[in-house]
């Protein structure tokens, strides 16, 4: 069964040091979603690539946050320096989108706790 | 007017009991309704989905019910099980195709549900 994976599951840090989030999509799907998880504002869309390409990161903040893939098989999403309200779980989704193609789901993975004190 | 409104916030039903979540939209555009399944720990995946050309879709014990006219949606769940509790997710998009449109979801806020036995 194909799975987007996700590392680490889990990161604590301290304020001011980078972290980096790694997703795998699942292989054959064109775009790549990260999400930020937290109690109060639910599900926010960061940045999404389609084909490797940025096609919309006006949910990240800029400063900060910066979202890459250097290949089909990976995606990173680096914080620097990290803040405490920072903290969240964020999630990497896969899917395909293609042209004549009827919307075709999110595969989500399990998402990175984490927590910057 | 790209919100998606959700409620209840939380629901806590009996074994065997229907569980009711709804949602509202403005964007008169988005024509494709999705809803995401969140158990702890993992992320969100598909349910079931909709798109405004029927009113009603039903799969096993789940059911969307689309209201265009009003703008709303819902899901129905028959004979709830305490395997079901779970965050439960509506979403919306504007399917993307050469007149526009974004493969982007907008998730509405979740609704906690909680099964006893």
């Known amino acids: 069964d194909a799975r987007v994976t996700q590392t680490p599951r889990h990161k604590v840090t301290e304020m001011g040091q980078e972290v980096t989030m790694r997703c795998q999509p699942i292989?054959?799907?064109?775009?790549v979603f990260w999400y930020r998880q937290t109690m109060m504002q639910g599900l926010e869309l960061l940045a999404y690539?389609?084909?490797?390409?940025?096609?919309?990161d006006s949910g990240m903040p800029k400063d900060r946050f910066s979202a890459e893939m250097p290949d089909a098989t990976l995606a990173t999403l680096k914080i620097q320096p990290s803040e405490p309200r920072d903290s969240a779980v964020y999630f990497c989704?896969?899917?395909?989108?293609?042209?004549?193609?009827?919307?075709?789901?999110?595969?989500f993975g399990d998402g990175t706790r984490l927590s910057i004190l | 007017q790209q919100q998606v409104k959700q409620s209840p916030q939380s629901l806590i039903v009996q074994k065997g009991g229907i569980s009711i979540i709804n949602c509202a939209y403005e964007?008169?555009?988005?024509?494709?309704f999705p809803w995401y399944q969140q158990f702890p720990g993992k992320g969100p995946a598909l349910l079931i989905a909709?798109?405004?050309?029927?009113s009603e879709k039903k799969e096993g014990r789940f059911t969307i019910s689309f209201n265009k006219s009003a703008k709303q949606f819902s899901l129905h769940i028959m004979d709830s099980q305490p395997g079901d509790s779970a965050t439960y997710f509506c979403?919306?998009?504007?399917?993307?195709?050469?007149?526009?449109?974004?493969?982007?979801?907008?998730f509405g806020k979740g609704t906690k549900l909680t099964v006893n036995p």
């Open positions: 989704a896969s899917g395909l989108v293609r042209q004549g193609l009827s919307n075709q789901p999110q595969h």
């Open positions: 292989l054959g799907h064109n775009t």
């Open positions: 690539f389609r084909n490797r390409a940025p096609l919309d």
């Open positions: 964007n008169t555009a988005f024509d494709y």
């Open positions: 909709i798109r405004p050309d029927v």
């Open positions: 979403a919306a998009n504007n399917t993307p195709d050469f007149k526009g449109g974004s493969e982007k979801l907008v």
